[in-house]
């Protein structure tokens, strides 16, 4: 079974829209992140979050809004899209109180905004 | 920024020659990781180094830290077409916190 699962693999949309992607993880993991990996491969942190603290990095649009219903999901809201949104966004997690654990990646999500 | 970055940004080799990458980065860590992602897919941890390890080893891989030159590498011995893929170096952020700043790959591409 997938350890980090996040859907939908592709996503399509026009600018302006708002659209969701959800992820999952059932590694028991307290902690999960969102990245971001642009077209040059740059792989950038967006969020990472447990139960107790939601660190935002301070370059990502407050269009951008993590919503986590429960330990095992984290899912990524984008309001407003724009052309520039445009990539490959992965979710993650690891075990919160081990110092640098590795990260589980989901398979990635490809926006595209048309 | 505590990005790294490794080197080269591409890398194509023989089956059954040796890859050797590097990742250099720009503040104290506690450790460095090193990852691979095949196309389309997530990242996949490969070997963790901590901040007072110079070398570790796993299968193939051979992982180095110099901390003086805030610097690590990563050698693939006897390479496989089927390590073709790219290699990522991830630093913590040296704090308490699990926050991990990727490189920007190098693209390794072993022909049969």
């Known amino acids: 079974d997938t350890a980090v699962s996040q859907t939908p693999k592709y996503l399509v949309t026009q600018m302006g829209n708002d659209k969701s992607i959800k992820c999952e993880q059932n590694l028991g993991h307290d902690t999960m992140y969102w990245y971001k990996q642009d077209s040059k491969k740059f792989l950038k942190i967006m969020f990472s979050y447990n139960n107790k603290e939601l660190i935002i990095n301070e370059t990502v649009p407050n269009r951008f809004s993590p919503k986590s219903p429960d330990k095992a999901h984290l899912n990524l809201h984008i309001n407003s899209l724009e052309l520039g949104d445009s990539a490959v966004y992965f979710c993650?997690?690891?075990?919160?109180?081990?110092?640098?654990?590795?990260?589980?990646f989901g398979n990635g999500t490809r926006l595209t905004v048309t | 920024s505590q990005q790294g970055e490794e080197d080269p940004q591409a890398l194509s080799i023989q089956e059954g020659e040796n890859a050797t990458m590097n990742c250099s980065y720009k503040t104290s860590i506690n450790n460095l990781q090193w990852y691979r992602q095949n196309s389309g897919r997530g990242l996949v941890h490969l070997i963790l180094?901590?901040?007072?390890?110079r070398e570790k080893h796993s299968g193939r891989l051979r992982v180095t830290l110099d901390t003086s030159k805030k610097s690590s590498s990563l050698l693939i011995t006897a390479s496989r077409a089927a390590d073709t893929a790219s290699y990522f170096c991830a630093t913590d952020y040296g704090g308490s916190g699990n926050q991990f700043y990727f490189g920007t790959g190098t693209s390794l591409t072993v022909i049969p």
């Open positions: 180094i901590r901040s007072n390890e």
């Open positions: 993650a997690s690891s075990q919160e109180g081990v110092l640098s654990s590795p990260l589980h």
